[in-house]
Every structure is written in structure tokens, then in C-alpha cells.
């Protein structure tokens, strides 16, 4: 501290700023590194005190401490539960004894499911399960090269889609009931084996790791329509369940199911980091007469897990939490299991659900919005992962609402939040990923525009607002104390996704609009609104921050439509050859006549980055023109585009159709 005599600061301030940097400290500050590979702290290079500003050039920002797990309240009987729902106004028909030790519904006492044995479990299910795959041609594909992959936001944590490939294999998820597998050998394509699923459920995307497949989708269960039981779900007559189907499928002619995992309620999302999938779920308590017909199973999520039980039995009452002071009428239950274990599922239970998700290798976010008095905050929940097992961390709130999954992410110890809060504008915000403690915030962004897109890259962070205008924000999160917009550019339009191609250049894929205006009386013109003019493809130059430019832009119809601007899982990124490939429907009209103009089509368009510019390298016509889900992948020099029906195979150099496959 001798430094502070040459700056001639009062006495005083010796003092004060010890207090400063043991403050930090005691509460652990992440370090923040302007190169993401060095790992080690960057100096605080300015203190403020009382506006006078103090230099340092040795004083480091210590990290972010190890996260620990936090002990929450269990409910621990179905008497103190049935309090919290009602609470929440999730039940009625209720009453309490004078002492208000118990809970009456209608003729039955809550005490005596509190006062019963365990129900036991059945026996196990042996590892192997009836198979359901048919067997038609087999074999193996020699193929080597390179093989594309689900486009995903992390790095190593795998997501969920209906099309999948390992090299050798395409799988493909059809109409949500089936999986076709199919050999693929450059333009050769052999239909290999299939599985088709015998339940009333659907499935909506799908996962392959070394020989296990893994369906996720969901099932309903129509309750009794008769009786005195109708009374107990007066409101919600149906039971909805997700289900997490475990496929071995080292013979790919014949897969065999070997687990089956199904919680009550509906899915959030999912993930698989090695041979750990990962889940959240959210199960919502509808208001209910309940009568004595009650049971554990009404009131608490129920679980199948066939390597314990052949039957679902509802959750333990002891294992579900809950905040002090906060009432829900809903469960959010996270966990995770090794797709090639028997051991049983771990699983954290909160009373309480969620609306956004993320994940790292290490952590997983689920964040719920919530409104009061108008106004709209949303509160982050953080689970630690260690294997299979999570453990709740604690929780945090910020102003506003995440967009998407793309709103989030970590980086060097913080947790770092894109909302929109339509009352005061846009923020980024930025947490301690140890303790969900807010370190900092821009101001308020775009006051009545709402956030159209995000991405991150290291300390930086790009944020797309619209409302007539496409503003394009860079702002720097190297000081998480003090997030900064360094620049801002306003084009027309909007990109809905961003994706970052090195060197300092990122491609935006939207909407391109114009904003329309009316001619009054007085000849002055005044503006109405604005018109969307179709697809709009982005290059955009952030080598400065401080001066993001739009170097170049492709535009595709002014009706036309791509999943993969909403789904990036549907875009195909080829990071070597610096080109993406989405589906697309091409529609054009004359905006004045109303008619269709131009050529109308569907199929999928490869976009090339070249240098500073964006080429229109292939348009890919689908002969399924009634085809609303399409992917595309590449295994080595060849590239398949899927659709309902069909498969077709195309030189992935001259982009020249060299096979197809009919899989209807």
C-alpha cells in the first residue's frame, strides 16, 4: 500500500481501501481473463473512491469460490405438503383440526398416508427388455472422414434432435414415432433396422453415444372419466408423463431396449454429457376437488424407472424441497443417469418449475420468470453436476425475461443473462456462478424493443434488440462489476440466430424488414410500420467492437421460412469449410398484386463464408414440397438432406445429386 503516498491521497483512503479488497476478497470475486486459455486473474487496473480514482497494478480479483451445496427444507409428510398446495391455491375441499396438526379431505385424514408403510418395490427388470426392433439388411460401413454433428451451444454437451449420425449410420426420428436407421455409404443407402414405438407416447428428439440410442418424447394417461375419481381431477382430466426410452444398438438390425425411465410431467429439456443424460421437468398441480379417493400418486409426480421397478410409484414426499416463504403449485425435478448403468436415477425434486434451461459440463441453469405489480424478474436455480448426481447450489434473480437457451451462459465463474423487461428495456446481467450474487448490469438497453437473439464469445457478448430496426450490440463483459457497450449498429431487420466464424467476423440468420411509411396531405411522409421482406442472411465484421459493420448480406423471398432461425439444432455447421446448410420454404409474391412471383420451393440452401463476403453456394430442392421438418448432415464428401419421405445424397463439393433412398 506504500504506492498510495506517491498519489498524494488523503490517509484516510488507506483505510478504505483495505476495507475494498478485503471485501472482495471475503465474497470470492471471479477473475476475468482477456485471453479465455490463460486461466489466471487480470489485475484491477482502477479503484474509485469518492470520485477520486486510484491506480493499482498489483492488487488481483481472487476467483469465484467452489460451489456449495445448499440445504433447502424438505417437506418431509403429505400433511405439510398438502399445507404448501393450499397455500399455493392449488387444492380445495380442505379443513384443519383445532391443533392444526392435521389435514382433512372430505372423510379421509392426510395423517394416516404420513403414518404408512413405504409401498414396496417390485422386483427389478432384467437389463435386457423385449426388443422392438425388426431386422432387414446389415452390415457395416467401412466409411471414414469427416462427420458432422448436432449444432449445439456448448462445446461437448450434446442436444437432443430428430436427425443423428455417428459416421457409418444415419438415424433419423419420423413423424415421432419411429426411428429408421439407415447405412450410408457415400451415395449407397441401405435401410438397416427400425424402432417403433408401441406406447400412446410421441417422441421429439432423440440421441446416439457409441451403441445406445435414447428417445425422449412424451405420453398421456386419460384419467377415469367415471365414478367419484373424476372428482379428483375436476379440472385436468389427463395425467402427462416424459419418457426417456434406452435403446442397445450394437446390432442396428435389431435394437433392444434395455431401460426405461418416465417422471410425471411435462419435458423442459435434456442433455447428454458422455453416457449421462440429463433432465429437468416441470409437473404442474391443477386446482383440484380432491375427495377420499385420494391418493400419494394425485398429489406427488410418480416415477418408473425399470432398473428398480416395473410399476410407477409416486415420489418419496421426504425427497422434495422447497423455498421458505415461496409457495408453488408445481414441481421442477432435475436429474440424470448413466445410460449404460443400472443404477438408478438421481434426482433433485423443488416445489416449483421453470421455463429456460442451460448447461455446461459442470453446471446446469433453470430459470422460471416471474410477474408482480407489473413488472417481471426471473429466478435463476443452479444445479452443480458430479456424475450422474446433482446438487442444488442456491438461487438468484435478475430483471426481466431470457429469449432462449442462447441468452445464457458461463464463463470463467460467471453467469451471465440476457432479458428483456418490457417496463424499462434490456439488460445483461452478469452473477456469481458460486452464489448466484448479482456482480453487475448494463443499463437498460432499447427501451421498447425486445431482445431477438445473443451469443457470447468469451469476455464479449452480442446482443440483436428489435422493434422497426436492427440495433446490434456489442458489449464488453471482461468486468463483470461493470458490463460496458462498446458499440451499436442499426440496420434494418432482425437476426434471430448469430453464430461466430472467426476472424472477428459473426453471421446473423433473420428477417429482413422495411419500415413503411404513408404520404400525409402536406406531402410529408410519416411511418406506419414496417414490412417483412423475407430471409436475411448477415456478415457481420466485429473485429472493433466498438464499430460492429454489416459487410455483406443474401436475402431469400420476402415470404420465405427456415426452422433453423428459431431451432438452431436444425442448422448444419461446417466449421472447416466455413459454410452453413438450413431447410428452407422459398415463397415469393407481388407485393402490390397480392400473386405469387418468382420461384416457390422447398428444400435447404448452403451459405458460404468467403473472406468478407457470403455466397449462395447450393439451393437443394426437397421432392417432398410438403415436408415442415428437414435436416442435413455430411459424412465425409457426401451430404444427405432428410425429409419425411425421403433421402437424398449430393456431392458435398459440386453439391451434384448422386443418390436417394425413399424412407416413407
Known sequence: MTKLA??????FAVLLVGV??????????PAQSNDPAAGVSDPVTQITLDGDVILYDDILVPPAAAAAAQNLPRVGSYTELLRLLNSAGAVSNVTWTANEDTVQFGDKTMMEFDAATPMPSAAPVPPAMAAEGAAMDSGRSSLTGNVSSTNTQVSGVDEGDILKTDGQYLYILQENRMVRIVEADGANMNKIGFIVSNDDGYYTEMYVAGDRLILVGSRYEQQDASGDKMQTYIWHPSKSFTTYAVYDITDRANPVRTRLFEVEGSPLATRLVGDILYFAVNKYVYSANFDDNLTPGDIVPTVLDSVVSVTAEPMPVTDICYFPGTMEASYLIAGGFDINSDEPCAMETLLGAGSYFYMNADSMYIVKPEWTNDKNQSTVYRYALDGASLSFVGSGAVPGTPLNQYSMDEYEGVFRIATTDWSAGNYVTTMDAATLAVLGSTPALAQGESIQSVRYMGSLAYVVTYRQTDPLF?????????????????????????HPVGDGLLVGFGRHTLETFVRLDDGTEQSVGTWDAGIKVSLFDVSDPTNPREVDKILLGNGSYSEAFDNPRAMLVDAAKSQFAFPIQVYSWDVFSGKESGDNWQGAVVIGVEGNALTTKAQLVSQDQNSYQRRLCYIGDTLYMIDN?????????????TGHLSVG
Open 474 to 498: 456489442a458489449i464488453d463483459l471482461s468486468n463483470p462489476n461493470n458490463p460496458t457497450v462498446l458499440g451499436e449498429l442499426k440496420i434494418p431487420g432482425f437476426s434471430q440466430y448469430l
Open 645 to 657: 419421405s425421403m433421402i437424398k445424397a449430393f456431392d458435398y463439393n459440386t453439391f451434384f445429386e
Open 6 to 11: 506517491r498519489w498524494s491521497i488523503r490517509g
Open 20 to 29: 475494498f479488497v478485503t471485501v472482495l476478497a471475503l465474497n470470492a470475486l
